[in-house]
């Protein structure tokens, strides 16, 4: 069953395939219960959904792409979330102004690859 969901976590981004935990309580306790499928942040997500997402991974490092999210509380609320487990963090990318990516400063030693946007 979660290689089924391997795939459906691959096939397209959340939460579209977050509708497969429905079907039943067996596929919803193996979805839940199988960290890879939560272990990539998409800017589609509420913080809401970022929130289920950060603790339904652990103890996985994370890929985060909050790329093209515009609105600056949304971003700052983002980042904030992230900070608590920020040494999970793997990959980011984030849009946001320079004075927003100060506190967002890497230091994980797990991280790979950090990527920011700048606008003015």
Request: charged share 15%; hydrophobic share 50%.
């Amino acid at each position: 069953m979660r290689i089924i969901f391997s795939f459906c976590a691959q096939s397209g981004p959340p939460p579209t395939w977050i509708a497969a935990t429905g079907v039943c309580h067996y596929w919803r306790t193996v979805a839940v219960e199988y960290p890879h499928m939560w272990s990539e942040i998409s800017p589609r997500l509420s913080l809401h959904w970022v929130r289920i997402f950060m603790a339904r991974s652990a103890p996985l490092p994370l890929r985060v792409d909050l790329v093209g999210i515009r609105d600056p509380d949304t971003r700052s609320a983002l980042a904030a979330e992230l900070l608590a487990v920020f040494p999970r963090v793997k990959t980011l990318g984030f849009t946001g102004s320079p004075g927003e990516m100060n506190f967002l400063i890497p230091t994980s030693d797990s991280a790979e690859s950090f990527f920011f946007f700048f606008f003015f």
